[in-house]
């Protein structure tokens, strides 16, 4: 899950129902306090559910078998992955460069693939 966003809500909603415990993963060093102040503040409201962060880019297969693994790791099993990670632009099709493009497919369709790849592993 990521930690913000229709990620975060997705958290929260576990929680509520009574989650034994949530992984959320965050892609960059920018984001790290947010989903540390996140996951705080998901573990005060709901204190029987562990709440953990993880580090991954989605778009890199590495990255999310690597803290799929740490995760399966911590938790001892996995019930349910949701692959929610997604960005967009606003740049016109015909302007958009190259970088931007892979970045936007990087994310929004490898993200999903590598992720369930490495849940199912």
Not at 48 to 75: H, L
Not at 102 to 121: E, I, K, S, W
């Amino acid at each position: 899950m990521l930690v913000r966003g229709i990620g975060l809500a997705v958290c929260q909603g576990y929680a509520e129902a009574g989650a034994a415990g949530i992984a959320m993963i965050h892609s960059s060093g920018a984001t790290a306090e947010l989903a540390s102040e996140r996951a705080a503040e998901i573990q005060k409201k709901h204190p029987k559910t562990i709440v953990r962060i993880y580090r991954a880019n989605v778009a890199i297969a590495k990255d999310i078998e690597d803290a799929t693994r740490q995760v399966f790791s911590d938790f001892g099993r996995l019930d349910v992955v949701v692959a929610n990670a997604g960005v967009y632009t606003e740049t016109p099709a015909l302007e958009m460069s190259s970088e931007e493009a892979q970045h936007v497919t990087g994310v929004n369709y490898f993200g999903p693939l590598y992720t369930a790849q490495a849940a199912a592993r």
